[in-house]
Each structure stands twice: as C-alpha cells, then as structure tokens.
C-alpha cells in the first residue's frame, strides 16, 4: 500500500507520529477539560462556553495574526509549541481546585491552549506536503487525514477507558505526555532536517489571504463550504442523542453503533480518497459535501434506527473524499501562501463549529429532527451552490497550472 511505502521514510514518519501524537493529546485533554467544568458546576452552558473558548483563537489569529502564525513554519518551533502545551496541560492539576477560582483558571488555560493550537494546527499540515515528491502530495495528504481520524476515535475511547481507572486531575498528567512525546519527535525530525518550510522575510512577506482568495476563486468558494461542515457534525453529535430518545426510546448504546458506524465508513472512505487522484477537485469537493449534506437531512426523516446507521456510515465514506481532496488541493501552493490558506481554513471551520454550538441547540429544542433537516439542507445547498457559482463565472479563469499559483500543470489542480 502507498501509505505503507511512505511511512518508510522517516521525515515522513516522524511527522506522522508527532501528528498522531498531537492529536490524542487534544482529544484527552478536551475530555478531560469537559468533565472537569462539568463535575465543578454542573452548568452546560459552561460547557459551551469551553468550547467557543477553544476555537476562538483559531479565528482570531486566522484573522489577524498571519505573520505571527507563519513564524512557527518549521518543525522546531512546532516543537516548542508541543512542549509549551505539555507543561501546560501538566500544570494545571496543581492550579485546579473545585471552585470558582478554578473554574477561572480553567477557562484561562482552554484559551492558551487554544492559542497554542491555533499556532500548531496550520503549520503542521502546512509542513505535510513538502514530505512528498509532486506527484505523490495527494497520497501524503490522505496519509495525514488519516492518522487525524484514527487519532480522534483512539483518543476519545482512550480518554474514555482511562476515566474508568484514573481521576480527571490524572487524565491532565497522560495528555501532558502525549505532547511531550509529539514535541520530543518533533525536535528529532528538526535536528535530522525536518520537512521544508517557508518563513517570512523581507523579501517575501506573508500573504494577506484577501488577495490570495481573489486570485483563486474556487478556494475561497471551497474554504466557505467546508467551514459550515461542522453543522452537520454538530447535528449528528449534540442532536443525535435527543432524536435517538425522543423518537426511537433508545439510548447511548445505539448512539455508540452510529457514532462507531461514522468511523467505518471513514476508515474506509480515506484509503479510496488518498489513492484517487479527480480530474476536478472542486467538483468532487462539491459532490461529497452534497452528498454530507443530504444524508444529514435525511436522519431527520427515516424511521429505522438501522438506516440512521447506513446514512452515518455514508457521511463518514464521503468526508475524507472531500477534506484530501481540498488539502492536496492547498498543498500546491508555494509553502507561505500555504501557511496562510491552512490557517484561513481553520479560522473558517471552527466558526462553524462555534455557530453550530451556538445555533443548533436552540433548533434542537424545538424540533431534534428539524435540527438535521436545517443543518443538512445548509451545507447540501451551499455545495451546490458554489458548483454552480463556479461553473457559471468562472469558466474563463485561465489554467489551473497557471492561475492557481502552485507552480504545477498538473490536470484539475
């Protein structure tokens, strides 16, 4: 498998394992994080409010801060930002008490880490096509979105066992070393070379993204689309539980199978997604989140909890089609216009994921199965929507090769 052939190189696996790595620790420490606000003040609210805490610097400093983000484009500085976050994160069982003034505290280390992430995020996936020749960036953008997902699910259902055997306070102390590690390889892969990055100089500033957006409409158009995708998931995962109860009387067993279906169907989805390379990025990006969309909507009208899990596994299938497929897409690009773009992507998805938090639960009051349909119906229309957008306007954009600013001729990039 190409995969398996890429991971032999040990630029590409040493990264691999520092993303890996990175991963599961924000998936420990967001469970942690979670139950620790919840156990001191039994507030949901508060809860959110984690959670907009979080993405917040992610749109801030996508917004403004883009010399400051590109200065952490190498495999050193992110390896000072893992360890940043490791002490951090190892620290706060000694700063936290069950009471107000902890709570406090609390919140000030999610925005921090936050910070940390916000800096972490872009530059590291900014890093992962320079680890492969031209030909083969789709192949090692699916390799990455791969380890993503399986680090997501591993890290929740790690968090999830150790809670049985630990306290909250020590589930800090296991995501502290998960950093730790991440940033020890890190510095390993920097010492050895590291992959190529691009700082900002004199000579070549950062890009602002307004005029980087201009010049490649069909990004600009993708980057919008795929920052309300996290509608959908937030109807699949704060709605899913009330419509299970409400119309089917089931309860977190079920939302187990459906939760687990979602994996499936994305384990299976990333292999066909790394290995096929569209002639049409954009279409086949369009497709999938139509596709996303309308199987969304479509959870809040059957009656079976059984195709509720075929239409779970079916949104895992397309995600990774669509998310490789717009990263390969961003890895073309020269690597400070990169940088920018990833972070631009960023900024975009966690304002999604905020409106979703914020938005959603007030729909799922009303109606859980009316919180699907809204939120489905949304991305499905603004997929094709922009299809259509581009197809109609933009058919006189000069040739990817030329235009796209990748520096490539390659056929549909």
């Keep these: 498998m190409e995969y398996l052939r890429l ?14 790595l990175s991963v599961i620790g924000e998936r420990l420490y967001g469970v942690a994080v979670m139950w620790s606000v919840y156990a001191s003040t039994g ?33 050193r500085a992110l390896a000072w930002l893992d360890a940043a976050r490791a002490a951090v994160t190892a620290a706060l069982p000694f700063l936290w ?16 880490l936050g910070i940390l992430g916000a800096l972490f995020a872009p530059n590291l996936e900014a890093l ?7 030909g083969r960036v789709h192949q090692v953008t699916g390799l990455f979105d791969l380890t993503a997902r399986i680090a997501l699910i591993t890290g929740r259902a790690s968090a999830g066992l150790l809670l049985l055997v630990v306290s909250r306070i020590e589930l800090f102390v296991c995501d502290g070393a998960a950093f730790a590690v991440s940033a020890v390889a890190l510095g390993l892969l920097a010492r050895n070379g590291g992959a190529p990055a691009a700082r900002p100089t004199a000579a070549r ?42 119309r089917y009387g089931a309860g ?12 499936v169907g994305a384990l299976i989805g990333n ?54 497929s717009l990263r390969a897409r961003l890895g073309r690009f020269p690597p400070a216009e990169r ?11 966690h304002l999604g994921s905020m409106a979703g938090i914020m938005l959603l639960p007030l729909v799922i009051r009303v109606s859980p199965r009316g919180s699907f349909l809204t939120a489905g119906a949304t991305v499905a229309v603004l997929a094709a929507g922009a299809h259509a957008l581009s197809t109609r306007f933009l058919r006189t954009a000069p040739a990817p090769g030329a235009a796209e600013g990748d520096g490539t001729a390659v056929a549909g990039y």
């Design 43 to 75: 507030s949901a609210s508060l809860m959110g409010l984690v959670a907009v805490l979080e993405s917040a610097p992610y749109v801030v400093l996508g917004t403004l801060g883009r010399r400051l983000v590109a200065r952490f484009s190498s495999c």
């Design 97 to 112: 008490s069950p009471d107000t003034r902890g709570t406090c505290v609390l919140f000030a280390v999610v925005l921090l």
């Design 128 to 134: 992962v096509p320079g680890l492969a020749e031209e």
């Design 339 to 349: 940088v920018r773009l990833m972070a631009v992507e960023h900024t975009a998805t």
């Design 205 to 246: 500033p950062s890009p602002r993204a307004r005029p980087l957006l201009r010049s490649h409409p069909r990004v600009g158009l993708a980057i919008g689309v795929y920052g309300l995708l996290p509608l959908c998931s937030a109807a699949t995962t704060v709605g899913m539980p009330v419509l299970l109860a409400t």
């Design 252 to 263: 977190a067993g079920v939302y187990g199978l459906l939760t687990a279906a979602v994996g």
């Design 7 to 20: 991971l032999r190189k040990p630029t590409v696996l040493g990264l691999w394992l520092a993303r890996g």
């Design 271 to 324: 292999p066909l997604a790394g290995h096929w390379r569209p002639t049409g990025w954009f279409a086949v990006c369009c497709g999938a989140w139509a596709v996303d969309g309308v199987a969304t909507a479509c959870m809040g009208l059957v009656g079976r909890v059984s195709t509720l899990g075929l239409l779970s596994a079916l949104t895992g299938l397309v995600a990774p089609l669509a998310a490789v």
